[in-house]
């Protein structure tokens, strides 16, 4: 995704608490606890031990599940070492509160894996990193975007539960690089579901993809919470987004509108169906009409793109420009162009004041842009 000039104040960087060992949380002193689960604590949940009600490698939920605990507890210490043991289909991974500075990969084939934060609460299992689209590379070269997620999901049919995904890169880690895309996590794979998950992170957050252009991905999210700047949820999933919480973070490198957009699908033309947003809300810690709802993105490597987004039944803040919520990313591909369209949208970032800038769906229109439409098949357990 395009980069946005000038260095990012440093206040994030203090949302890990230092030194964190197993039963630490995410300490984000902005934003509130919006992605739900159980309470949790130093000792992981409500149940008592590290791995809350899912057993214990002494006594495993089922032969399939391997536990990780940071302090030697589990099978494993880091996620990415269960992962690599977890071979086969339908692994499940407990994962005991814990700050987990690592990258991880899944490959494609891990299919019907599930990923379940053992305290119930996704603030107690923080899985982070600090790479950049412009963070150099051990032979040469930089990581790029793809190669900046902390984590990279490529399988059918995941699941995660309860998990913090971050990337707490800053700007000002590398003054003057272009590579300021900084991704949580990127996620491939079809049937793949987030329920009570957050995402944490500036621009690029959260890449809702596919393996390739002729796949269409489904992926879902539920009660999630997500955060960022520039482009910070984008790709060309179909995905859906209900009872999900979106937050636009102040740029005070910046004095002028805009800060940055929330989403940026880059949907195949081919694909009829592309991100959903239902029932959620949309907030702001950065200045009213600072923020667009969305721009498309048409990516190089796919000029026949037509991004897709619907936003429907869902608070919009005053952070988001109501006149003009919309922007072209690249010259000779205009939003006007693309399939954005809204339903019954509330708050004072929904008020329409330009109509031609707002393209509402009618009722009947409105009937066929659903979950169930979207995901086909293909039902989620939530």
């Known amino acids: 995704m395009p980069s946005s000039p000038g260095p990012l104040s440093l206040s994030r960087r203090g949302f890990l608490l230092a030194g964190a060992t197993a039963g630490t949380a995410l300490a984000l002193s902005a ?27 002494a006594a495993r939920l089922t032969p399939r599940t391997l536990y990780v605990h940071p302090g030697g507890a589990g099978d494993f210490t880091s996620v990415q070492a269960a992962v690599t043991a977890a071979t086969g289909v339908g692994r499940v991974l407990v994962i005991a509160p814990g700050v987990y500075r690592e990258t991880v990969t899944v490959d494609a084939d891990r299919t019907d894996m599930t990923w379940l934060g053992a305290s119930e609460n996704p603030r107690d299992v923080v899985i982070v990193y600090d790479n950049a689209a412009g ?9 790029g975007t793809s190669g900046s997620a902390t984590t990279t999901l490529r399988p059918d049919g995941f699941t995660a539960r309860w998990i913090t995904f971050a990337n707490d890169w800053l700007r000002g880690d590398i003054p003057g690089t272009t590579g300021t895309q ?9 049937r793949s579901a987030f329920v009570h998950c957050r995402f944490l992170g500036h621009q690029d957050t959260l890449y809702a993809d596919s393996l390739s252009l002729d796949v269409f991905a489904r992926q879902y999210f539920a009660h999630c919470y997500a955060e960022g700047d ?4 984008f790709g060309r999933a179909t995905a859906v987004f209900a009872h ?5 973070l102040v740029r005070p490198d910046l004095t002028a509108a805009p800060h940055g957009f929330v989403f940026a699908p880059s949907t195949a033309g081919a694909n009829p169906r592309g991100y959903l947003v239902t029932r959620s809300r949309i907030s702001s810690e950065a200045p009213d009409g600072h923020y667009k709802l969305a721009r498309p993105w048409v990516p190089s490597s796919d000029r026949t793109a037509r991004p897709m987004l619907t936003v429907r039944e869902t608070h919009l803040s005053a952070g988001i420009d109501a006149a003009e919520p919309y922007a072209t990313m690249a010259s000779g591909y205009p939003w006007q162009d693309q399939r954005f369209a809204e ?4 708050g ?21 842009h659903t979950p169930a439409d979207h995901l086909g098949d293909w039902r989620p357990r939530v």
């Open 244 to 248: 999900c919480h979106f937050r636009t």
């Open 343 to 346: 339903y019954r949208n509330t």
């Open 31 to 57: 934003a509130p606890a919006l992605a739900g689960g159980r309470p949790g604590g130093p000792f992981g949940g409500p149940f008592g031990g590290p791995f809350g009600r899912y057993g214990s490698p």
């Open 182 to 190: 900084a991704v949580a996590l990127k996620v491939q794979g079809d």
């Open 230 to 233: 520039v482009d910070f949820v």
């Open 135 to 143: 963070t150099p590379k051990p032979g040469g070269g930089t990581l």
């Open 348 to 368: 004072p970032g929904a008020v329409i004041t330009v109509p031609e800038n707002r393209p509402q769906l009618t009722r009947a229109e409105a009937a066929s």
